[in-house]
């Protein structure tokens, strides 16, 4: 089958970006949508010429690495997968697919497909963490967890920081993703003691780096690969309401 | 190359103890002095970066993905082993070490084994405190299942996402260092040259991949932790870009690189369905613990599995290993499945693969079970396949997934050069020739969190601190030669991609020197090698330019290496005259096909040595001796 593509290329940061068309793409309905990329990009290559740049490194679904929005959709059409694991079988032949990078302010575009999101990272830094001093921990079965809330806090632990949920949402919010981090360790009594200190750090450091604030839109739950729900931001909410009115940590 | 193991004496048991003991200590009011600079975020390199850091050492911590958080740890699946007996099944740290040895096929040294299985149980504890939710019964307390090569169950895991529930520990552990300033980190920074001072490692030559700036770095010591060499095969389960690169710049270096030969190749993958494949995907271990491997007893039976009746399948692992079944080592579990397609039992058509079956496990546990054990991989293997493991079985075939050859490292990791050491799957040191299941986390974890930390303090003690010569010559030089490459590249202005030469590349390897070795097929392959390399060189197109993000060159780079790299492998497996592990040469082999160890000859790990630029490496050998697990021949039968 063959189809047509419109990917977004961009120099850099501050260059201004335009859609390139490829037209009459080869493609077998096996393959991932990356694979179709590589081809495109070999093919760019034996003629001299840059290819289409894109991060990617697991090709299945866990690194967080890939993504884009494809017709409009982080990670393309079909729920509950990243960009990796979609494969040309999704589309029709003679289809025209549109490509472009993650779009917010607080990820600004590194080049063609590939965005900056190192401000993820900051967030994590801020207090996405528990302190816990190599070689200082008890014995692991020391304290036991109730399987409802070990299962809970995995759920929200199982976010790989991909940003589908800020490019879904209308403000660009990262609360789903700050949500996730607070929920996975505010579940757990090992996340007791910096729970609400740990809230309230990520948040403001959304803020810094320029996310927009959420408003219940409930994008970033349907974008999410990881089928992360809206239930953790009411969740954090709900300790930043403690946290702010003193509440907590006495 | 003076190959001194440093391996302490004694008894086995307080062999760390006493090592511990003995080696010198930094001043806790000195360490802040001291800089030490850490490649790689897996677990190897986050848990030491993390604990460096909490000692009081000022750390640089680089990776070439966007975020630590993508290092290539993140896509274990089945899990972690360590010997908490928590099942009271008579597990121990001796049995978790006899177990190393044994399914490493006495190739690997034993006070290393020891201290890892010993140092397992801390792993385990330091990790849950941070927050990593391994999987727990109802009564709270944490759950483990069973993998190859051992008949108790020691692996703590987190769903099918292990690696990334611990990999996000270790990098939030990195990451509160980071927000307190201990560790500076550099992302989207790949290592292109190590840096020697009077020969000790005293920097590193860094290429910026978006800016494209070529940058030197100097510390006090250098630390890799930059994962394994898998790639060299092309197709394989590990991420894209995971590469030889830093090992190979520090093998140039005059660091010892051993065994590159004991490749591990994963008998459950999801097998080739095409020429555009990129990778292969990786279905867990975990998953023989309930799911049965047959073929059709029938040569060519191409009927659909459901309608091949019981008589005349063949489990074939059940029978021929009666004791060990479907959980036999990984090496083993591979060859047999290449014997079976061999011989004509494939079940896919036109290519290569075997069934995995759930049938009996969803009858005798329910879909809830199942689901909740193996959903997630479930999903993706219908992802990828279309086909639902619910209602087919799964198709599955060997890949190469993990090497266990790396650089040659002494008991405190160090490699054979001074100051310069590696941890993780980039070291050679716990797994011999082949690796278990859920044992490659747990070293990592072990050398990051537990071993690297303490044993740098005796190299850097003897040091004087805050060593930032980056004017030395020895980093022009380096900075020279890296450049030099880049710009070579960049000038070739061929008329194919790197990645072409890289599956060229990965097909040679493959053929040559994959689950089965000759001296014939290892004698091909190091024909081909040399004369691929030569017409990578003058036809591979890099577009663009050195001076900004080229990811063109950051492949050409990576396949460049592999090329080099890639002929000392099959040399290695050429020289190594038996088979052991991973490595079997179909020369050697008992009349039943079961692999033949030649101890008198090759017990040793094979070292080799950089000679320069078109010479042939040497090849050194550290002698092993076992006292503690007896050689044996293997046997799970
Ligand atoms: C699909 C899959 C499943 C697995 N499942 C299991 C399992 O269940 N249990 C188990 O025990 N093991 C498992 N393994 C093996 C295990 O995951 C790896 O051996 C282990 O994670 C390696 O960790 P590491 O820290 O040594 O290196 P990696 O995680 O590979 O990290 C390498 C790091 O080095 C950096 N790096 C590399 N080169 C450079 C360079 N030139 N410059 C700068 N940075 C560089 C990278 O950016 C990265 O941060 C699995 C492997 C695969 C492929
Ligand atoms: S490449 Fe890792 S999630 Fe897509």
Redesign the pocket.
């Known amino acids: 089958m063959k189809v047509n593509l419109r990917i977004w290329r961009q120099k850099g940061p501050d260059a201004p970006g335009a859609f390139q068309d490829f037209s009459g793409v080869e493609v077998v309905p096996e393959m991932s949508f990356l694979e179709m990329l590589d081809e495109v990009n070999r093919d760019l290559e034996a003629k001299g010429q840059e290819p289409v740049v894109f991060d990617s490194d697991?090709r299945?679904g866990i690194c967080g690495s890939c993504g884009a929005v494809v017709d409009g959709t982080a990670h393309g059409p079909g729920r509950q997968q990243t960009l990796c694991q979609l494969h040309m079988r999704s589309f029709q032949d003679g289809d025209t697919i549109t490509v472009e990078p993650w779009r917010a302010a607080a990820f600004p575009v590194v080049r063609d497909l590939m965005v900056d999101r190192s401000a993820f990272d900051r967030i994590i830094q801020a207090g996405g963490y528990v302190t816990a001093r190599t070689g200082s921990a008890p014995d692991a079965n020391a304290v036991p967890i109730g399987k409802p809330e070990a299962d809970a806090a995995f759920d929200a632990a199982t976010c790989i920081g991909c940003g589908a949920c800020v490019a879904a949402c209308p403000n660009a919010s990262a609360m789903l993703f700050v949500s996730a981090k607070s929920g996975h360790l505010g579940l757990l009594p090992q996340g007791q003691p910096q729970r609400y200190s740990r809230a309230e750090a990520m948040v403001q450091t959304m803020d810094g780096e320029g996310f927009g604030g959420c408003s219940n839109h409930g994008e970033c739950e349907a974008a999410c690969p990881k089928g992360i729900g809206v239930s953790y931001i009411a969740r954090l909410n709900r300790d930043l309401l403690r946290a702010a009115s003193g509440a907590a940590s006495k | 190359m003076k190959l001194d193991s440093r391996a302490p004496d004694g008894p086995i048991e307080t062999a760390w103890d006493r090592h511990r003991q003995a080696i010198r200590l930094v001043n806790p009011a000195n360490k802040r002095k001291y800089h030490v600079i850490v490649?790689?975020?897996?677990?190897?390199?986050?848990s030491a970066a993390a604990t460096l850091a909490q000692l009081g050492y000022n750390v640089s911590s680089?990776?070439?993905?966007d975020s630590?958080r993508?290092?290539?740890?993140?896509?274990?699946?089945?899990?972690?082993?360590a010997a908490k007996n928590y099942q009271n099944d008579g597990d121990s740290v001796f049995r978790l070490f006899y177990d190393t040895v044994k399914g490493g096929d006495f190739r690997a040294r034993e006070q290393n084994v020891y201290r890892l299985a010993q140092v397992s149980v801390n792993i385990i504890d330091q990790c849950v405190a941070q927050g990593v939710p391994f999987a727990r019964d109802y009564g709270g307390l944490l759950a483990n299942r069973s993998f190859g090569g051992a008949l108790v169950s020691r692996t703590f895991?987190a769903r099918g996402q292990?690696?990334q529930q611990l990999?996000l520990g270790a990098y939030q552990a990195l990451s509160e260092q980071v927000g307190a300033g201990k560790v500076k980190l550099h992302s989207r920074?790949?290592?292109?040259d190590v840096v020697l001072v009077d020969g000790k490692a005293k920097g590193i030559i860094?290429r910026d991949l978006v800016t494209g700036e070529v940058k030197r770095w100097a510390a006090d010591a250098v630390v890799l932790?930059?994962?394994?060499y898998?790639n060299v095969f092309y197709l394989?389960?590990?991420?894209k870009?995971?590469?030889v690169?830093?090992t190979w710049?520090a093998y140039k270096k005059g660091a010892g690189f051993a065994n590159p030969c004991f490749t591990q190749i994963?008998p459950t993958c999801i097998p080739v369905m095409g020429e555009h494949q990129s990778k292969l995907?990786?279905m867990?271990?975990?998953l023989r613990n309930d799911g049965r491997v047959w073929v059709p007893k029938q040569p060519g039976d191409m009927r659909r599995p459901r309608d091949i009746p019981e008589a005349e399948r063949d489990y074939y692992l059940e029978r021929i290993y009666p004791t060990f079944g479907n959980l036999v080592p990984r090496d083993v579990a591979s060859r047999a499945a290449k014997r079976m397609v061999d011989e004509g039992h494939s079940v896919v058509a036109g290519g290569a693969g075997v069934y995995l079956d759930f049938r009996d496990a969803i009858k005798r546990l329910g879909h809830d079970v199942v689901s909740d054990r193996y959903g997630n991989l479930f999903d993706m293997y219908e992802r990828i396949t279309g086909d639902s493991p619910y209602e087919t079985p799964m198709r599955i075939y060997p890949a190469s997934?993990?090497t266990m050859g790396g650089l040659w490292v002494d008991y405190n990791l160090m490699t054979s050069v001074s100051g310069l050491y590696a941890?993780?799957?980039?070291n050679f040191s716990d797994h011999g020739a082949n690796?278990l299941?859920?044992?490659?986390?747990?070293?990592?974890l072990a050398d990051?969190y537990f071993v690297l930390p303490y044993t740098i303090g005796d190299f850097l003690a003897g040091e004087k601190a805050g060593f930032n010569d980056t004017a030395h010559a020895a980093f022009d030089e380096a900075e020279r030669n890296v450049k030099g490459q880049v710009d070579r590249l960049l000038g070739i202005k061929g008329k194919t991609s790197a990645d072409v030469f890289h599956r060229r590349l990965g097909k040679i390897v493959w053929d040559g020197c994959g689950m089965a070795r000759t001296k014939e097929s290892l004698g091909k392959a190091l024909t081909e090698i040399p004369a691929l390399r030569e017409e990578f060189w003058s036809d591979v197109s890099v577009p663009g330019t050195g001076a900004d993000l080229n990811q063109s060159l950051e492949r050409a780079g990576r396949v460049a290496d592999f090329l080099e790299f890639a002929e000392v492998l099959c040399r290695d497996a050429l020289t190594r005259e038996e088979s052991c592990g991973g490595h079997f040469r179909e020369e050697h082999q008992h009349p039943d096909g079961e692999a033949r160890r030649d101890d008198v000859n090759f017990q040793h790990g094979a070292v080799w040595g950089y000679e320069g630029e078109g010479n042939a490496p040497t090849r050194h050998t550290e002698p092993l001796d076992f006292r503690y697990v007896h050689p044996s021949t293997r046997s799970y039968k």
């Open positions: 697991c299945e | 490649v790689g975020t897996g677990l190897a390199g986050a680089f990776c070439f993905q630590p993508r290092a290539h740890s993140i896509a274990a699946q089945g899990g972690i082993n895991y292990t690696g990999l920074t790949e290592l292109l860094t932790a930059t994962g394994g898998g394989s389960t590990n991420a870009g995971c590469n690169t830093a710049r994963h995907t990786l867990s271990e975990s997934h993990y941890i993780g799957e980039a690796r299941g859920a044992s490659a986390l747990m070293q990592g990051g």
